[in-house]
């Protein structure tokens, strides 16, 4: 039931599901009393190939609710970055457009299922949704927006899980992601 209404809650929202490409680990978006979705959401800097996670992002908060807090002046300078070109100021935020295939829905529900009672052992060979054969490309995020106007944006799939790159301006390998010299591997 709570997969279910996951799922209707996805489809209400505009979120496009795809294909876990990022490893998950078992992470599942779930709804709230209010029937809001939470999200585990991870950040990538591509720089250091590093990441952090938050547990629980509401598709309500804006991301720069989150990010002032894990960029106040207050937190310690993440550990590689040893110029400390990653500050509040001076980083951005993007997700990859078409990053990952879309699933059908019966498969999204499949993955909800993971791991539940109802589990009937997973998705071994999830169905594709056929699409036009589109080249994936970097989509600065607004900030400000929430995290719903964010995932459900034209041509963002959503790996199963939130993943956003941060990248500090002004550094050499800005100019390279932004160019498109850097690619995910």
């Known amino acids: 039931a709570d997969a279910k209404k996951v799922l209707e809650a996805l489809l209400r929202s505009g979120i496009k599901i795809g294909s876990d490409i990022y490893g998950s680990n078992g992470a599942k978006p779930v709804l709230d009393s209010e029937g809001l979705l939470h999200w585990r959401v991870r950040f990538l800097y591509p720089e250091s190939m590093q990441s952090d996670t938050v547990e629980d992002i509401c598709q309500s908060d804006s ?61 071994a060979n999830p169905r594709i949704m056929a699409k036009e054969s589109l080249m994936p490309s970097w989509v600065r995020v607004d ?27 002004g550094t050499n390998f800005y100019s390279q992601f932004l160019s498109g010299a850097w690619r995910s591997p």
């Open 63 to 123: 991301l720069d609710e989150h990010l002032d807090l894990m960029f106040d002046d207050s937190v310690e300078p993440l550990e590689w970055d040893e110029s400390r070109a990653y500050t509040r100021d001076r980083i951005e935020v993007y997700y990859q457009r078409d990053a990952a295939p879309l699933l059908e829905i019966y498969d999204v529900m499949s993955l909800l299922l993971q791991g539940t009672s109802a589990d009937r052992g997973g998705v």
């Open 143 to 169: 900030t400000t927006e929430t995290l719903n106007i964010v995932l459900a944006q034209d041509r963002h799939v959503v790996a199963f899980q939130p993943v956003f790159h941060i990248v500090a301006k």
